[in-house]
């Protein structure tokens, strides 16, 4: 979590004015819908750190939710005007991993045990954060980035989906082949789930989803087609071995045989049945193994390091 916390700090401009928050209740009042939206999304969100914080008990977790959602809906309501109008499953995603980078450990369980004790306090930032202010200001640096890059739009993600189908084409013709037995419009259907925020959403694993958000925040949607399109040849490989086991150009992805599944595909000898596997399993298997935690930490950030050196390269040459 350091890492990060210290990227997000080198990425936005540090300040430490505050922000507007005294009329948080008449900004979610204004707003129902757009409050219920980001409910729903916090109230499945923040499980991943649940290990981080010690939270073994669920009360906790959703103690800790209350809290990143006062911290969100502030966040948003200082966001640019043009910014607030659009909100979609997946936004808050990236803010979890901020938030959670910049908690201090030491004092949540006083916390959460005060707001368990007294739903109607007031959450003080004061004790969530060393720096609360500072935090604030990073996070709204980043929701503007990120209007800016997606539009908080789902058309900028079902580019990078498509880009991810040429990718596969060009670079895994063996995978493409099996895929192929799906439509190519609904193979970017089923790929959208694994471009929102390359793939947040399909991990429960803090360190691996540190690394995501960075690519998300750092990346293009070339570069997030490309890391994607790596993942997706991987853990197809890593999900359904036999149907890759004659391909001699299958050295490009040698981290498989650093990655465990306690169980893969059986053979089958329908290939659309299979290709819809991949489609919908493959990756999110893969990335939420704690055993594989550490590999693909390592995969992606080579993957990031090196992408313009690898996208220049035929896969013959790996």
Not at 15 to 23: F, G, V
Not at 117 to 133: G, R, S, T
Not at 235 to 242: D, E, K, Q, T
Request: glycine share 4%; with cysteine.
């Amino acid at each position: 979590m350091k890492n990060f916390r210290n990227f997000i700090a080198r990425s936005f401009k540090s300040s430490t004015a505050p922000l507007q928050n005294t009329k948080y209740h008449e900004y979610v009042t204004l707003n129902p819908k757009l409050y219920r939206q980001i409910q729903v999304d916090v109230n499945r969100g923040l499980w991943r750190f649940r290990s981080l914080f010690q939270l073994e008990q669920q009360e906790m977790c959703q103690m800790l939710q209350r809290i990143f959602l006062r911290y969100f809906i502030l966040v948003w309501m200082n966001l640019p005007p043009e910014s607030q109008d659009n909100y979609f499953q997946g936004v808050s995603d990236l803010f979890e991993v901020v938030f959670a980078s910049f908690m201090d450990v030491s004092k949540i369980q006083l916390i959460l045990s005060a707001l368990q004790f007294n739903v109607n306090a007031e959450i003080d930032f004061e004790l969530v954060f060393a720096q609360p202010n500072r935090v604030f200001n990073y996070s709204v640096q980043l929701g503007t980035l990120m209007h800016e890059k997606t539009q908080f739009g789902y058309a900028y993600y079902v580019k990078i989906a498509q880009q991810v189908v040429k990718d596969l084409k060009q670079y895994d013709p063996l995978l493409y082949s099996i895929m192929g037995q799906v439509p190519e419009q609904v193979q970017e259907g089923m790929l959208l789930k694994s471009t929102v925020n390359c793939g947040l959403h399909m991990t429960d694993l803090c360190g691996l989803s540190t690394i995501l958000a960075w690519c998300t925040i750092e990346g293009d949607q070339a570069v997030q087609a490309f890391i994607i399109q790596n993942l997706i040849s991987v853990s197809a490989r890593v999900y359904a071995p036999h149907y890759f086991d004659s391909d001699e150009r299958d050295q490009l992805y040698k981290i498989k045989g650093k990655l465990i599944l306690p169980k893969v595909a059986e053979p089958k000898n329908d290939y659309f049945e299979i290709a819809m596997e991949i489609l919908n399993d493959a990756l999110n298997i893969v990335l939420s193994s704690e055993d594989n935690e550490e590999s693909l930490m390592k995969y992606i950030t080579d993957l990031m390091k090196n992408e313009k050196t690898y996208k220049k390269r035929k896969i013959e040459d790996y």
